[in-house]
Nanobody, 128 residues
């Protein structure tokens, strides 16, 4: 599976961006798609994720401001980000978790290191 992100850029505080992640390869094998972000000197944190049947999870820091969605016909996952803040500045990565892989509890407990595929990342910079 290959993941390619797009849609990052420079935006003013309060603005919006829509990130996209196109998946190719063995798409049928994907159970969970996630968006993560990593700011300089910080760990990679989950922003949002979505299962193959549309169940979603959001980080507290983006609830109410971000919406994750998927277009199965186009093998694409989107992250709509509104009311952006300078602290949202980071490289945003798309990730995919393979179907049939063991995980503890629910999909909400799957951590970054457990994802099988990652994109190259797209820079989001929010100016104050």
């Amino acid at each position: 599976v290959q993941l390619v992100e797009s849609g990052g850029g420079l935006v003013q505080s309060g603005g919006s961006l829509r990130l996209s992640c196109v998946a190719s390869g063995s798409i049928f094998s994907i159970y969970l798609m996630g968006w993560y972000r990593q700011a300089p000197g910080k760990q990679r944190d989950m922003v949002a994720n979505i299962t193959s049947i549309g169940r979603t999870q959001y980080a507290d820091s983006v609830k109410g401001r971000c919406t994750i969605s998927r277009d199965n016909a186009k093998n694409t996952v989107h992250l709509q980000m509104n009311s952006l803040k300078p602290e949202d500045t980071a490289v945003y990565y798309c990730a995919a978790f393979r179907r049939g892989t063991y995980y503890r509890g629910s999909y909400c407990s799957i951590e970054a290191y457990e994802y099988h595929y990652w994109g190259q990342g797209t820079q989001v910079t929010v100016s104050s």
